[in-house]
């Protein structure tokens, strides 16, 4: 049975994660207390006791949700032997991918999903911007009522996360006028989302530069694991191509479903989600429900998959 793991992306925060396997390895607590020494933060803090303002600060939100799923995939590395065929992440969840293809180490990849989180507010400046989840239309027709809500404002198609989830970016203008289109063409509903600035559109153009000048500081050595990019569906081991990607893809849309099918159509039956929650399965079940997912949060879940992975 072929296998991929799979990385959430920003969203999938909460107060107290990763607590379990903080409490399990000095080690793991070393790399967080390390990265808050280097980088000025509260990182552990908020992680453990929030405030939720805090955590779900982008600079701090990004290396949380990778560190809690590189714990995630470590924990659960000692228990098996199983060797994915491929690795994915939503967005910075590709990050936690890299880690785990060994194109990147966990201190290498927080350290560039915290200045990859600063990057993207950084570069809003006061742009008045939206975001909003379009529920029950297929991705065609977001992406037409995008084209013309444009007249009021840019506005994008960025995440396709399911043939009938696609979430929208731009400005606020653009994504108000994009969701009254498409709540008229039937949408079941269109949902506000709570972030920081219009991610995966070129209204953050900066941060695409900001990332890749960061990026070109740190050695992306080749990997072990294909790792199949949100920006082209497409699976590579090659470190500098991965870097080259992920400038790109922080203004560029996260193409979920494509990645999703071309790894069940190399033959992917079985997908293991490693990280906070479990989106990422929920949104593989959308796209073929005939695939199985399983996912580690916490440290019981690993116990969990004892009887369930041969």
């Known amino acids: 049975m072929k296998t991929a793991f799979i990385f959430p992306g920003q969203g999938a925060q909460y ?12 080690e793991y607590a070393a790399i967080l207390e390390q990265f808050d020494r280097d980088h000025g933060t509260p990182l552990a803090k908020a992680m453990a006791e929030g405030p939720e303002d805090l955590l779900k600060q982008t600079h701090l939100t990004q290396p949380a949700i990778l560190f809690h799923s590189i714990c995630a995939l470590q924990e659960f590395q000692k228990h098996f032997s199983l060797q994915p065929d491929f690795v994915a992440g939503h967005s910075l969840g590709e990050f936690s991918a890299l880690v785990a293809s060994g194109i ?8 560039l999903v915290h200045k990859r989180g600063e990057f993207m507010i950084k570069a809003v400046g006061d742009i008045p911007f939206a975001m909003a989840a379009v529920i029950g239309l297929d991705s065609a027709t977001v992406a037409a009522i995008c084209e013309e809500a444009s007249r009021e404002g840019l506005v994008q198609a960025v995440n396709f996360n399911t043939p009938i989830q696609t979430v929208i970016s731009g400005t606020d203008g653009g994504v108000a006028k994009a969701g009254e289109l498409a709540k008229a063409q039937g949408a079941k509903r269109v949902l506000p989302l709570v972030v920081g600035g219009p991610f995966h559109t070129p209204l953050i153009d900066k941060a695409s530069l900001w990332l890749s000048e960061e990026m070109a500081r740190v050695e992306f050595v080749n990997g072990t694991v294909p790792v199949v990019s949100n920006l082209d ?3 590579s081991l090659i470190g500098d191509e991965a ?13 979920w479903v494509d990645c ?8 992917v039956e079985l997908f293991i989600e490693f990280g906070p929650q479990k989106v990422l399965s929920g949104m593989i079940k959308s796209i073929d429900k005939d695939v199985r997912c399983l996912n580690v949060d916490h440290i019981e879940d690993i116990a969990a998959l004892q009887e369930l992975i041969s």
């Open 243 to 255: 870097r080259v990607k992920l400038g790109k893809q922080i203004i560029s849309a996260v193409r």
């Open 233 to 235: 569906a497409r699976a």
């Open 260 to 267: 999703a099918r071309y790894m069940i159509d190399a033959g």
């Open 104 to 111: 990147l180490d966990i201190r290498q990849a927080m350290h």
């Open 15 to 26: 107060i107290g994660m990763a607590q379990d396997y903080l409490a399990q390895s000095p």
